[in-house]
């Protein structure tokens, strides 16, 4: 097979990328060795920012987001069972979407469809060669074939566990990275959310964060150790932690658990995110801990970049901004992995920690919810900020 971008991994960033490729008259075909309905049914965060959702509207990818999603206008920041609200009308004039990042991916593999663009699903054995030539392939099986595309450009959107990020040479990538000493419990459940907003608790039984996927199903998680087994934890162990880390603030209604997992927190980065004609976005080139919500909407921004610069190349033969690539998307992804990182050590408690990092924290999070300014920071942050 020919194409001009060959694309590896249909989440949302191959996904996303190839629907702005085909905008600009740019072919592309999308390779994914899961199934549709896995990829279609795998729960993932549920938040998106400003920008993120008019893009979405943008690329004619938003009719049913805008007609299920939640928009929020502030969050709640719980600091031991006292609720502070941050005003992002007042502080940005800005919102937050919230619908499930599978909610997305169904709506971007339905677009991928109607556009008649390849998208094979579980393919098996990729490999990606001559990087450096101006010919780069994708090898892999498809039913039980052997198969073959000669592209321009390769798109390595396989997420973290990905084969594109290793296929730089020995000694190329430089990795940033951050493991946190407790993750996420997390749950998907049949029952009324805490608030109308989400709630960010810090108490000191640890973190938790109450959000939503729609008024009658909720999504919550309790901070719990890195290496936690969630045969540990009973549906209603899950449920009077809850209670207690919400600290009196609310009154949580229980209800029908409908998915229960354990995520690992970390913090990573690979520089460059380029190497020769392949171009790593968005998981395959970093993690930010969940805390900041920022994973899809990071996975969006870098493919926009993708795209105007493969734009470049393709309509103005200039391929300034293909070079310039890598430079351009990790300017946001670290302002992402601070925000990230910051909100993740504001909310946790740490394993370790001093009587005095612990009043260390609350008078921060004191500050945070009773400063215009700090709470702006917050805001702006959290909503998205601009696109360059
Ligand atoms: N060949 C083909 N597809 C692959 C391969 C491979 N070798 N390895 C992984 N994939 C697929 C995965 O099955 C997945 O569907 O690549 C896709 C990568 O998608 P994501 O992991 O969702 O990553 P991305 O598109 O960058 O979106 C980032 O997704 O994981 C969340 O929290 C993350 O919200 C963030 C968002
Ligand atoms: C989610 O909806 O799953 C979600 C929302 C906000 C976060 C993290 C996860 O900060």
């Not at 990042?101 to 469809?113: I, P, S, T, Y």
């Not at 390769?154 to 990275?177: L, M, N, Q, T, Y």
């Not at 709630?199 to 199903?217: E, K, Q, V, W």
């Not at 050590?345 to 005095?356: A, G, K």
């Amino acid at each position: 097979m020919r194409t001009q971008v060959g694309i590896i991994g249909a989440g949302p960033a191959g996904l996303m990328l190839a629907r702005l490729l085909h905008l600009q008259g740019i072919e592309s075909i999308i390779i994914e060795n899961r199934s549709r309905d896995y990829i279609e049914n795998r729960v993932r965060a549920g938040l998106i920012e400003h920008w993120a959702a008019d893009l979405l509207a943008d690329v004619g990818v938003g009719e049913r987001m805008k007609r299920e999603g939640l928009l929020h206008w502030g969050i709640n920041i719980g600091i031991n069972g006292d609720l502070h609200r941050i005003d992002f009308q007042k502080l940005v004039n800005k919102r937050v979407t919230i619908y499930g990042q599978q909610e997305v991916v169904k709506d971007l593999v339905a677009r991928r469809l109607a556009d008649g663009g390849p998208l094979l699903f579980e393919v098996d054995g990729v490999g990606v060669h001559d990087l450096t030539s101006e010919r780069p392939k994708i090898r892999f099986t498809h039913e039980g074939r052997a198969q073959e595309i000669e592209c321009d450009f390769i798109a390595g959107c396989d997420g973290f566990h990905g084969i594109c990020r290793p296929s730089f040479p020995e000694g190329v990538p430089k990795v940033f990275e951050r493991d946190y000493p407790f993750g996420w419990l997390g749950i998907l459940t049949e029952s009324p959310p805490a608030d109308h907003e989400l709630i960010y608790s810090y108490t000191d039984r640890g973190f938790a964060l109450y959000t939503m996927r729609s008024p009658t199903i909720s999504r919550l998680y309790l901070q719990c150790d890195h290496d936690e087994d969630i045969d540990n934890w009973s549906d209603a162990r899950i449920w009077d932690e809850l209670h207690k880390r919400l600290g009196g603030a609310r009154k949580l209604v229980e209800g029908t658990m409908l998915q229960k997992g354990i995520t690992p927190m970390r913090s990573f980065v690979v520089e460059p995110m380029q190497h020769g004609r392949l171009f790593l976005a968005g998981d395959s080139a970093h993690i930010v801990p969940p805390t900041g919500a920022k994973g899809m909407n990071l996975a969006f921004a870098d493919v926009m970049m993708l795209s105007r610069a493969l734009e470049g190349f393709y309509k103005a033969k200039n391929s300034d901004k293909l070079g310039g690539y890598s430079a351009a998307c990790l300017r946001r992804v670290w302002y992402a992995q601070r925000f990230s990182w910051w909100m993740t050590q504001l909310m946790h408690s740490f394993p370790h920690e001093t009587p005095f990092d612990r009043r260390r924290q609350i008078s921060d999070l004191g500050y945070l919810t009773s400063s215009e300014a700090a709470s702006r920071m917050l805001a702006e942050q959290y909503v998205g900020l601009p696109l360059d």
